[in-house]
């Protein structure tokens, strides 16, 4: 017995619907969250070259949970970008590339059955 099939259309126009979904999460008025700036101001520090310290002049201490978004953030903030910004970009950027992922696969899975 074979599952329900999502038409081209369908497909598209869900896909469209979950990155508007997603634009409106990130754009939207949920606002940034207090520990996004914890993770900016190591970012800063960081491009500022004083090294991945929440203070400078202090002992580092590693006071964030994502080491590559932190050093993504400081790339941004080193070529001139307001770390916030990058930070609504690059999660609009891969959520639509997750999106993309899991459609390909979905499609790639439904040609295989």
């Not at 940034?32 to 101001?41: E, K, P, V, W, Y």
């Not at 491009?47 to 949970?65: M, Q, R, T």
């Amino acid at each position: 017995m074979r599952g329900p099939r999502i038409e081209k259309g369908y497909a598209s126009l869900l896909f469209s619907v979950a990155v508007f979904c997603l634009l409106t999460i990130q754009y939207g008025k949920l606002g940034m969250l207090d520990d996004a700036f914890i993770s900016f101001r190591y970012a800063e520090n960081f491009s500022d070259g004083h090294g991945l310290v929440f203070n400078v002049d202090e002992k580092p201490i590693e006071g964030y949970s994502n080491f590559l978004w932190t050093i993504l953030l400081a790339g941004c903030f080193t070529l001139g970008f307001d770390t916030s910004s990058s930070a609504q970009t690059l999660g609009i950027v891969c959520g639509t590339v997750i999106l993309a992922t899991m459609f390909v696969i979905l499609k790639a899975q439904k040609c295989n059955s």
